[in-house]
């Protein structure tokens, strides 16, 4: 069983809408989560950061994290086409040792 | 300016020959970070090192070495014990008692 999971997508919205991305991980003890964005060719560059359940707002972002479902997700509000890339999930269990899933390909359609 | 640095951009080897990467970085962060990304997939640990001195294998350290003799360094070396070293290497850095790792721009290895 992999650490942590994604649709690998591509998912596809149209300009303003809300994006919605997934993530489940496998192992309880995990303390922080994360969402990065990796431009084609790029480097991941974080966007979101969260630690208890609940939700975190940062502009048209937003974290939402369920422990107890093992589950987190990110959705970007009023999407935009330079929003499209593939956004990776990340969890620390420990000693900031990150695991990072396969990647949601995220289109906005004009 | 702050931020993680990595050289070079492109590398190129012939199958058998150990190549260094170079990973620097400006932002005081203790922590350091080596990541490869294969297409289509997430990012694995090689290694990581919370201070100079001293380091840890990740999930896919074989084949591999590194060295933390500063702060502000942690040099990969691939070498030819790598069995399919073709991948993209992500340096990544972070202060100690933050989890939050930050990403240079990382080098793109071909082994022909």
């Known amino acids: 069983q992999k650490e942590v999971e994604q649709n690998s997508g591509p998912l596809s919205v149209p300009e303003g809408a809300i994006a919605s991305l997934n993530c489940t991980y496998s192992?309880?003890?995990?303390?922080?989560f994360f969402w990065y964005r990796q431009y084609s060719g790029k480097s991941p560059e974080l966007i979101m950061s969260?630690?208890?359940?609940g939700d975190k707002e940062d502009g048209r972002f937003t974290a939402q994290l369920n422990k107890a479902s093992q589950y987190v997700s990110l959705l970007i509000r009023d999407s935009q086409p330079s929003d499209s890339a593939t956004y990776l999930c990340?969890?620390?269990?420990?000693?900031?040792?990150?695991?990072f899933g396969s990647g949601t390909k995220l289109n906005v359609k004009p | 300016d702050g931020g993680i640095t990595q050289s070079p951009k492109y590398l190129f080897r012939k199958e058998g020959q150990n190549v260094t990467l170079s990973c620097e970085q400006n932002?005081?962060?203790?922590?350091m970070y080596w990541y490869r990304q294969d297409p289509g997939q997430g990012l694995r640990l090689i290694y990581y090192?919370?201070?100079?001195?001293?380091?840890q294998k990740g999930d896919i350290a074989e084949g591999y070495s590194v060295s933390r003799e500063k702060k502000e360094s942690f040099p990969l070396t691939v070498t030819s014990a790598q069995k399919n070293p073709t991948a993209f290497y992500l340096c990544?850095?972070?202060?100690?008692?933050?989890?939050?790792?930050?990403f240079g721009p990382g080098t793109r290895l071909t082994v022909t």
């Open positions: 969260i630690y208890s359940n």
């Open positions: 990544a850095s972070s202060f100690r008692d933050r989890a939050e790792q930050y």
């Open positions: 192992d309880r003890v995990s303390q922080s």
């Open positions: 990340a969890v620390n269990k420990s000693f900031n040792k990150f695991y």
């Open positions: 090192s919370q201070i100079v001195n001293d380091f």
């Open positions: 932002l005081n962060h203790d922590a």
